[in-house]
């Protein structure tokens, strides 16, 4: 299927590894000029370098923080134009509700919703003008099935949901669309840490610890970032068009609920 973004730009945020690397990926396999972002340099050239490597196609590399106000800018200005934003950014790390003061939900509010927020407000007005916009946050599956250990990064990108919400509302009309991807054990280096979490918690190993997390997940499997990174890019495609607002489970059908 052709996509139809070939030629597009792409800032994607986070993205020199992880679901952010995914994506950028994905973008860059269906002919998107992307612009990949991290606060290793090191770790940004190589991934610029594996991705070209891989598609043959223009990739960028940012060096910034966008947690700071001079790290969105420089994001923003190595692409004023962007067709195509994927916010993402480090989840807060998991913990006791009673251990959380007031600046741990600032410093989570700082990464988790603000960051990705002021992003799309550097490039929202130039996608309504041009008519074509596609907006993608990675979120948690923890936005719409919070567990207390998450509680940090639930209230901040539940947050997140609830502004885009509203504001894909405004912006449908200009074929602008925003929608949210929750993902839930995707196979990336933040379960390495969830599982190495979870074995000492239970005095397990570590490969016990990961066999009992798999039997956790519906399909009985980690989920792949390539399958991760192509649902992004799809949700970019000009056949995406009539698909906003909507939070997007990645999870191997694990999630209980309806809506």
């Not at 692409?79 to 939900?105: H, S």
């Not at 799309?120 to 919070?146: C, D, H, W």
Request: contains cysteine.
């Amino acid at each position: 299927m052709d996509l139809g973004i070939t030629g597009k730009k792409a800032i994607i945020c986070a993205s020199s590894k992880g679901l952010g690397k995914a994506c950028a990926l994905s973008l860059s396999k269906e002919g998107v000029e992307v612009f990949i972002n991290g606060r290793n340099e090191a770790t940004v050239l190589a991934t610029v370098e594996e991705i070209k490597n891989i598609t043959g196609n223009q990739v960028h590399g940012v060096v910034a923080d966008i947690t700071t106000e001079e790290g969105r800018k420089l994001l923003l200005n190595a692409c004023p134009d962007a067709d195509i934003l994927v916010t993402n950014n480090a989840g807060p790390t998991p913990g006791k509700f009673l251990d959380w003061g007031r600046e741990d939900y600032l410093k989570a509010f700082e990464s988790n919703m603000l960051a990705p927020v002021l992003m799309i407000r550097g490039v929202l007005a130039g996608m309504q003008e041009r008519k074509f916009g596609r907006i993608i946050n990675i979120t948690s599956a923890m936005v719409k099935s919070p567990l207390s250990h998450q509680g940090l990064s639930t209230s901040a990108r539940t947050a997140l949901t609830a502004v885009c919400k509203a504001i894909s509302r405004d912006v449908a009309v200009d074929n602008v669309t925003i929608n949210n991807l929750l993902p839930e054990r995707i196979d990336t280096g933040r379960q390495i840490q969830m599982t190495e979490r979870q074995a000492k918690i239970d005095n397990i190993s570590f490969d016990e610890a990961r066999a009992k997390i798999a039997l956790s997940i519906a399909a009985k499997r980690f989920g792949t970032t390539e399958e991760f990174g192509d649902i992004c890019a799809y949700l970019c495609s000009k056949q995406a068009s009539f698909i906003s607002g909507q939070n997007i489970q990645v999870d191997g059908g694990s999630y209980r609920g309806i809506v």
